[in-house]
């Protein structure tokens, strides 16, 4: 018998740690922690996913993911998603921590409602940096890179990297810098 197998005799609690590690690619513990807040202490409890727990989501009109978004909302602590006018996230799209997706903004002549305004739309296979800031109405086509402590106030197409405050095109295509 090799000597991983004859551990996960001896230890069960192991196995099965594994065995979910292996199914979702969330460690245990982590999981725990986020059902144990969203669950137990109702932190981001209209969020059908689980969400880090120092994390908030706000549906608004709602938020669209694609296939395995859901394991950055889990992995990802720090993160603000606020989906008021509505968040739409492509396929493997993945962030970092710190992010902030918002949809909409407040209205001036009444803060207790957002303005109504196009919504966020991210394509498949994106990659948000750490503390990535998307704005209201903004698109993002798919394969875009959107540098750590980026601000995105304008659509970029695919595939494109993004850096800077305003955020600006470094790369296209080709990957080669942009004039």
Known sequence: MNKKRSE?????????AALVRAWSGIPLSIRAVNFLFQRVFRLNADVPYSVHFTSRVIVGK??????????????????LIQGGNGISIGD????????????????P???????PQPS???GRGCWLGANAVV???VELGDHVVVGAGAVVATSFPSPATVV??????????DGCASP
């Open 120 to 122: 966020v739309k991210i």
């Open 92 to 107: 493997d799209t993945i962030f970092a921590p710190g992010v902030k997706i918002i949809s909409a903004n407040h209205d």
């Open 8 to 16: 996960y005799l001896r230890r069960p609690d192991r196995a099965v």
């Open 135 to 137: 704005l209201p109405g």
């Open 62 to 79: 709602g938020i669209t993911i694609g296939r395995n978004v859901w394991k950055s909302f889990a992995l990802s602590g720090g993160c």
């Open 109 to 115: 002549g009444n803060a207790m409602k957002w303005k």
């Open 164 to 173: 800077g405050v305003p955020a600006r095109q470094v790369a296209g295509q």
